[in-house]
């Protein structure tokens, strides 16, 4: 276990991480640095998780060929978790649905992907708010991200890709690049709709 | 939607909140004001979160009898999480497990407790990356928090206390309230040791 002091690059305020945290889904090709990748991994490992046995684990994924698999297994997963009947000669209208499409084809080109894994089935509770940690780290650095998931379909060869042992479980994958577009305060539902006092549907006691 | 600015009470630094997170699980029963809680709803609300379709709800429960009754439940569900042969009769010794033994017992005394919970089942990753950002936003306020989970033994009797509708999944329970310790940086396993390169066992390129 080790003590690390809060580094001077995370200096961006919680607030303005938070609160411009969007979703980063085009990615310029250039490189991410490895001491910027070390700051995000020092981001993530601090995030609490059950009795601090630390069962979440981060796969930074770097080489050209195994982004490029990824990349395949990434589209055909997409196209799993879509309601049936879309495929990709039969897609979908809408622009809620353009942008995560988009990424799935453009995964192959993105420089790094990291892969937010427990070393036991489950354990999402110690590996989510890690994720969230890198991601927020991230912002403040200038990088973009997203949270994607997979699909059971390509779960084997995801294992197989990347050797993972069998008893553990890929909770996302987070692609990681300089921005195409730009950060900016993010659009959500206000908090007042998301939130209930003391039973289920009671709104809060502020708008 | 809403777009916000970052308010100017989440003005600590990022890295100060994410490494001084530390799991507060001795609170005293000073209450949290209406307008901490809604900050950190407002952090939360804030998360990336599948399709901006806003998935995830928070339930903050201040009612001292649901709390109560939240407490025995949450004891049964922290005996039943422990392995065959504890029993609050037969306890386990050693440090670890003492914390969040103390808690249980405790939870019935703490000023505030929020559920996350999604409006349908799955959906890890779009609710436990808001718990984080209000574990965080918490952390700038002063307020302690730890992430901790049920189990199976318990979900219909909590879905009846809080009139969850049946579809809904309570992702964990984050007990909130001013700490009896104190705040400090956290000791965590360092992040070469929880990050791998292109392959699972694969280590990063620093130490």
Redesign the interface.
């Known amino acids: ?21 969007r ?1 980063i889904r085009r990615l310029r090709p250039d490189p991410v640095s ?1 001491e910027d ?2 700051t995000l ?8 998780n ?3 046995e ?1 069962r ?8 050209r060929e ?1 982004i490029r698999r990824f990349a395949e297994l990434y589209v055909e997963a997409w196209w799993a978790k879509q309601p049936e009947g879309w495929s990709p000669e039969n897609a979908p209208s809408g622009d ?1 649905h353009l942008p ?1 499409m988009r990424l799935a084809e453009a995964m192959k080109d993105v420089p790094v992907v990291v892969l937010a894994v427990s070393t036991s089935p489950g354990q ?2 110690s590996v ?2 890690a ?3 890198l ?3 991230a912002r ?1 650095l200038g990088i973009g991200s ?2 994607t ?1 997979l699909h059971p379909v390509v779960t084997d060869r995801i294992h197989e890709l ?4 069998p008893e ?1 479980e890929v ?2 994958c987070i692609p990681l690049g300089y921005p195409e577009g730009r950060f900016g ?7 007042s ?9 009671n709104p ?3 708008e």
Request: with cysteine; aromatic share 8%; hydrophobic share 40%.
């Open positions: 276990m080790v003590k690390l002091e809060p580094p001077e690059r995370l200096g961006m305020s919680l607030g303005e991480a938070m609160f411009t945290q979703a490895d990748i070390r991994m020092d981001a993530a490992s601090k995030a609490p059950a009795r601090n630390h979440g684990r981060f796969l930074v994924v770097r080489n195994k809620k995560p999402a509770g989510l708010p994720a969230q940690n991601m927020l780290a403040a997203v949270l998931t990347f050797k993972l042992p553990t909770h996302c305060v993010t659009a959500r539902r206000p908090a709709e998301t939130t209930y006092y003391d039973e289920w549907g809060p006691p502020w």
